[in-house]
């Protein structure tokens, strides 16, 4: 009883929650314009459908064109589900290798823990634009994948420290030693006692991988070295500053991809905080 | 059935490891069959490091500890389950032995996918009221519920009951009573004199001397990790022999009689003699003898079942 | 000194309703007393401890009165409260070894305290280390964080630091549970030796161990799930209770020198009240091996002999 009690003390506090509801229902409404968008579009990204150049914003196409005439409109809808695929892939690579390694510093300690902490500050350490720079000089053509996988990778150091913090602290509960008088296994100790005891950490973990991925993303889109064959958001806005948007005064070319990123960045972290005032009873204002 | 060697466990403290803390120092003891022993010590006596090498959560530094003359540092895999299957423990705090997110029963189901993967749905319901009922549970009003919604004399019993579900042979009960109230603690302690008839050998750590004296038959005072005196129960209580084992029998607050004026030095309780005998610098039997820090106080019989570890004596 | 407390009650605001921590107390300390406050957790022992001398949220006062020799005490205006903490009312509250300022020296820590009491530190400095050296502490330990202190040590300063300004009453919460034996018997001892030095006329000590009680309390007032239960001499709870529940605890306590084998003792069957919503009546009646009908009603605390309370009504008769 108390688990469903506590599943529904944490889902009232979670849905009265003012930062949750704004930012989970910022982040619906994108996503579904990202899923469902390509079906009302018409009109593909790359299409040159109007000869004019760029045209500011007007009711056939509502976001106006680029300066070789394509509607951004469409390329806006095509970009946001790129950037949520680098979230969910990138952000998922780091976090699934965050919570191994986490988890297997944390509970093991010792000489295992030293050699993952080696590693782990190594790839701190890395300049990460430098080693992807090389790798685009390498691949020529680079795909959303491509991208994600470098994020994925380059990224789960922060998730791996958390989760070892925190597996620690687990470790030496009594329950813990309850289980391994049981003669459980190490992994499985870890998958059914400890993981289940920091779902809300590994939640927030997720999200903030997630929000990461797609600004790390962005970023590199915007100094080229994003996909070669694909439209996102970043890459928007790097043509829009490539082909003079600023200086024509275009704004409706930069602006709006920019301002979704934001919007959709902000709107996840700001439910990682009211995630955060849920899960956790202290913070909650009564 | 159960036999330590010189055990000690010796952690590393300091910048670079260079300091030794030696939270177990050279203790040797056996349990038998169908023994209750006593391990009496205060905080940072040792006790519950002790029972954790027994339990295998702690490797030992040196020494060996055999369950049924096997050396049990070396189990490994299956060894190690059947070890388990002989030899479990019970906790201090009965809340924090639970997964706060799931039912108290889980601990059950635990046992049953680790020992009895065959064991058909009914044939293990029929197993685990008996155990419940053999601790004095009621399977009706205890089974299917959360730890917060158990009392911790309840959980406390629940974890025994686990315990018995295998073939326990042996139960190390680390002060497994004393975060319960006073009139539980007794129904407790009634159940484990009950299970040692019935086959069970216990080794009850506890700091409180007339808990250890009202079930155990062997004691062991136990003194910043070295044995100070141990033999039978009776023998230690009725004359103790290190100054000790005198100051703590001296010092316990009792029901029957008022306190002595005892002058205990108080001074010394802060600092560490560098080798020998632990008690050294709060010993008013040594006073600056410097034969008492020389060497480590070996265990001498001063009448059948009964050991002290002292030189003055 | 003399302290009277009138039907104090006390409740706790939580989410799910109201806490019945504490229910009608009514008791009088007379001047130079020790008197145990004694019970299983739960019991309300700390609740009315702290609620003579901090009674803030999230508890309540519903009703009581307090007075010290015939002055009201105002518990329930934390500021009012102010003018007598430290002065004619002080607490050595559970855990306060460890709360002191790990990066103060205990010499600045005394300063920073006596300071918002609006003491001079030099003036009472060789007061201070009169009581230093009464509890066995040298001088130096004002020089000293508390991290390079033992428990003992440090329970001991909390000790001085407490009965500093010579208060009327002193209540100890717990303030043994946490030591090592020697260091218990000597803080305990030490706490009867400030009475006899009038660094404090009377004290109410607050513990779950009886036995430290039986010691150095002159009475004894034990307590179940919010109500008061009997109040009486050392001796008398210890040797001679009437109350079912007193009869009951001071059998399940073992003693050195009996073994199982010869007397087995026995619990107390049962668990006590949930105390967001108890019983009616006496608190105790579900548990109680002589309960009867006119248990529905809460028993008053009554004096049978001189200096000894009951509330119930199978030893008081039913038309007490």
Known sequence: ???????????????????????????????????????????????????????????????????????????????????????????????????????????????VDEILNVITNIILVIPTLAVLLIIAAYLQVRSVLTESLFIGFTAWPWAARAIRAQTFSLRTRDFVDMARMSARKPLKIIATEIAPNMM????????????????????????????????SLGLIMQWAVLWGALQFGSWWWFIPPGLAITAIVGALYTMNVGLDEAFNPKLREM | MLRLDHVSKIYKTGTFGGKELHAVNDVSFDVKNREIVSLIGESGSGKSTLGKMILRLLSVTKGTISFD??????????????????????????????????????????????????????????????????????????????????????????LIARALLLDTKFLVADEIISMLDASTRIDVLNLLVDLKDRGLSILFITHDLSLGYYISDKSLILYRGCIMESGSTQKIYKKPMHPYSKMLMASVPRLDRKWEKMDIDLKGEHSKSPMGC???????????????????????????????????? | ???????????????????????????????????????????????????????????????????????????NDTDKMDDFRFNKISIIPQYAMN???????????????????????????????????????????????????SGGMKQRMVMVLSTLLDPCLLIADEITSALDVASQKAVAEMLVEFRNQHCCRSAIVIT???????????????????????????????????????????????EVGVQHSEKQLTGIPGNPPLLLNPPTGCRFRERCPVAFEKCMEIPPFIEIKPGHFIACWKETGENA
């Not at chain 1, 790129?82 to 976090?95: K, N």
């Not at chain 2, 906790?91 to 020992?115: G, L, T, V």
């Open chain 1, 1 to 111: 009883m108390k688990n469903q009690k506590k599943k529904s003390e944490f889902l009232y506090f979670a849905l009265r929650n003012k930062k949750l509801q704004v930012g989970l229902s910022i982040v619906l409404l994108f996503l579904m314009l990202a899923l469902i968008g390509p079906m009302l579009v018409h009109n593909k990204p790359f299409a040159y459908v109007d000869p004019s150049g760029a045209q500011p914003p007007s009711s056939e196409y509502w976001f106006g064109t680029t300066s070789f005439g394509q509607d951004i409109f469409s390329q806006f809808i095509y970009g946001l589900r790129a950037s949520f695929l680098v979230g969910i892939i990138g952000g998922g690579i780091g976090t699934f290798l965050g919570m191994l390694i986490g988890f297997i510093a944390g509970y093991r300690g010792g000489i």
């Open chain 1, 200 to 231: 809300s950490y590994l939640v927030m973990t997720f999200i903030l991988q997630f929000g990461g991925a797609i600004l790390i993303a962005t970023t590199l889109d915007f100094i080229g070295l994003g996909p070669t064959n694909a439209v």
């Open chain 2, 69 to 158: 003359d096997i050396d049990v540092s070396t189990l490994k895999g299956v060894g190690l389950k059947e070890y388990y299957r002989n030899v479990q423990g019970v906790f201090q705090d009965p809340f924090s032995s639970y997964n706060p997110i799931f039912k108290a029963d889980r601990i059950f189901s635990i046992i049953r996918e680790e020992f009895f993967p065959g064991v058909d749905g009914a044939e293990w319901t029929q197993k685990v009221d008996k155990s419940l009922e053999s601790v004095g549970l009621n399977p009706e009003h205890v089974l299917n519920k959360f730890p917060h919604q158990l009392s911790g004399g309840q959980l406390q019993r629940f």
């Open chain 2, 278 to 313: 632990a008690y050294y610098a709060r010993c008013q039997l040594a006073s600056k003898d410097e034969s008492c820090i020389r060497s480590n106080p070996p265990l001498v019989e001063v009448e059948p079942d009964h050991f002290v570890a002292c030189i003055k004596l």
């Open chain 3, 1 to 75: 000194m003399s302290l009277r407390v009138e039907n104090l009650t006390v409740y706790y605001q939580t989410l799910r309703g109201d806490v019945r921590a504490l229910e009608n107390a009514t008791f009088g300390l007379a001047d130079g007393e020790i008197m145990g406050l004694a019970g299983e957790s739960g019991c309300g022992k700390t609740t009315l401890g702290q609620s003579l001398i901090y009674l803030v949220p999230p508890m309540r006062l519903i009703k009581g009165q307090v007075t010290i020799d015939d002055e009201e005490l105002p518990i």
């Open chain 3, 99 to 149: 709360a002191m300022n790990p990066i103060r020296k205990i010499g600045t820590m005394t300063e920073e305290l006596l300071g918002s009491k609006k003491v001079d530190f030099k003036s009472i400095l060789p007061e201070l280390k009169r009581r230093l050296d009464l509890v066995k502490l040298s001088h130096d330990v004002l020089n000293m964080y508390p991290i390079e202190l």
């Open chain 3, 208 to 254: 779950h161990d009886i036995s430290i009680l039986y010691q150095i309390a002159d009475t004894i007032m034990i307590m179940y799930a919010g109500q008061l239960a009997e109040k009486g001499s050392t001796d008398t709870i210890i040797k001679t209770p009437q109350h079912p529940y007193t009869k009951m605890l001071i059998s399940t306590l073992p």
